[in-house]
């Protein structure tokens, strides 16, 4: 019995082992070429074949042909970028016909950035929310009307009531956009002062 289990074994080692050794030879074209796609995705420099050929390990004429089936690869399946010789090496970069979108897309991220004054005011009104607008001016010693106004259409600030002095001035906290722009689960996961300072 226990003969026959063990002739089994290796009955089944003798089968699978080559099968296995096959495949991982068969595969390498395909593995060098899953590793440029994986390089060229990660940076936004050409990379020269003669450094693929050192990242990769692989001789230049597999690593150049490697580049050349992944083109075509792009090509036959309709892919929205494409492999381009540039300044000596390679980049994968988007294709022409979708550079107008992308610009509609780079406008919008330019739009989304805040300036270090709009940084600044937003800092004040989530920490001390809710806040008046002549609490703030007094604390950035400037007048803050148009920053508030810039906040509000960005969708970081909004009107969260009136106070209850003489005039019932408006009161001005943070909003759900807010805590999604800066990856906050809730105003509880805002760095502490100690921790700002230190």
Same mark, same amino acid.
């Given at each position: 019995m226990i003969e026959d289990l063990q002739s089994q074994e290796e009955q089944t080692h003798e089968i699978t082992l080559p099968v296995e050794e096959k495949a991982r030879g068969g595969d390498e074209p395909r593995e060098i070429r899953t590793v440029i796609e994986a390089l060229l995705f990660a940076t936004d420099q050409p990379i020269t074949a003669q450094r693929l050929v050192e990242i990769v390990g692989a001789e230049k004429d597999k690593v150049l042909e490697a580049i050349e089936c992944l083109? /075509?690869?792009?090509?036959?399946?309709?892919?929205?970028? $494409? *492999? @381009?010789?540039?300044?000596?090496?390679?980049? =994968? =970069?988007?294709?022409?016909?979708?550079?107008?979108? *992308?610009?509609?897309? @780079? /406008? +919008?991220? $330019?739009?989304? +950035? !805040?300036?270090?004054?709009?940084? @600044?005011? !937003?800092? *004040? *009104?989530?920490y001390k929310q809710p806040i008046l607008r002549s609490t703030i001016e007094a604390i950035r010693g400037v007048e803050s009307s148009q920053m508030l106004r810039s906040l509000m259409e960005k969708g970081l600030v909004k009107v969260v009531g009136k106070d209850e002095t003489l005039g019932r001035p408006l009161l001005y906290g943070t909003t759900k956009k807010f805590l999604e722009y800066f990856g906050l689960r809730s105003l509880r996961d805002l760095p502490r002062t100690q921790e700002l300072s230190s």
């Open positions: 083109r /075509k690869d792009y090509d036959d399946t309709g892919r929205a970028f $494409q *492999i @381009e010789e540039i300044a000596g090496g390679f980049l =994968l =970069l988007s294709r022409q016909e979708y550079h107008r979108w *992308i610009a509609r897309l @780079e /406008k +919008k991220t $330019q739009e989304s +950035k !805040l300036s270090p004054a709009a940084m @600044e005011t !937003l800092s *004040i *009104i989530a």
